[in-house]
Nanobody, 121 residues
Framework: QVQLVESGGGLVQPGGSLRLSCAAS????????MGWGRQAPGNARELVAT???????DYADSVKGRFTISRDNAKNTVYLQMNSLRPEDTAVYYC???????????????WGQGTQVTVSS
């Protein structure tokens, strides 16, 4: 029912920049938060950045000062601007939305398919 379409991944040199986009569509009653996680081979998934409906943001310590999350409410789209990229940022990046239907007292976290980000010279 919920579709998350991601774009913007690819290969970039250390110190470079990349912007990821994720557009949500489908049967979404309300969005409480949108965000990004990442997972490198052999590692657990790490939450990278979150933005809630009111606009407050939260970042993992590893990306603070380098990554910026933003949203376009009219388009149900979340972005992740990644600057000063490092090889250790290499991972599959996933977007997610927290959504629910208060009339059914339900809440969900839906994830996108992921997009590969590779930082290498």
């Amino acid at each position: 029912q919920v579709q998350l379409v991601e774009s913007g991944g690819g290969l970039v040199q250390p110190g470079g920049s990349l912007r990821l986009s994720c557009a949500a569509s489908g049967s979404i009653f309300s969005i409480n938060a949108m965000g990004w996680g990442r997972q490198a081979p052999g590692n657990a998934r790490e939450l990278v950045a979150t933005i809630i409906s009111g606009g407050s943001t939260d970042y993992a310590d590893s990306v603070k000062g380098r990554f910026t999350i933003s949203r376009d409410n009219a388009k149900n789209t979340v972005y992740l601007q990644m600057n000063s990229l490092r090889p250790e940022d290499t991972a599959v990046y996933y977007c997610y939305i927290d959504h629910g239907d208060p009339y059914q007292a339900s809440a969900f976290r839906s994830w996108g398919q992921g997009t590969q980000v590779t930082v290498s010279s």
